[in-house]
């Protein structure tokens, strides 16, 4: 069973899921958002982050590893795809006026 948190709503943020819609269910996060600010991750929501991070760099570099005329943080552009990359890795999609960046 989570904790409480306390008025403040310090540590709020390490007993209450991060995502979509979590605000709805926490007052506190719900206020916290308005304002713009967050709450003080966990040491456990950092070390996930940091482990995520890591996981990810490293599936990333094997699978450049074994594409060697990949293409890494590049704009995924009409140039960029006649190209012709056998793939794209933190590529950013554009077109005439927009643009889509993967979240890391």
Same mark, same amino acid.
């Given at each position: 069973? !989570?904790?409480k948190a306390s008025a403040e709503g310090r540590g709020h943020e390490q007993d209450h899921q991060r995502g979509p819609g979590s605000h709805l269910n926490c007052k506190t996060?719900?206020?916290l958002?308005? &304002?713009g600010e967050a +709450?003080? !991750?966990s040491?456990?929501?950092a070390m996930s982050v940091e482990a995520r991070r890591a996981s990810r760099e490293a599936v990333l570099a094997?699978?450049? &590893?074994?594409? !060697?005329d990949a293409s890494r943080s590049v704009p995924a552009n009409a140039e960029t795809l006649k190209e012709g990359k056998p793939l794209l890795?933190? &590529?950013?999609?554009e077109d005439? +006026?927009?643009s889509i960046a993967s979240m890391p």
């Open positions: 069973m !989570p904790k996060k719900a206020r958002k308005l &304002a +709450g003080t !991750p040491d456990y929501e094997k699978l450049v &590893a074994r594409f !060697p890795v933190d &590529a950013t999609f005439d +006026g927009m």
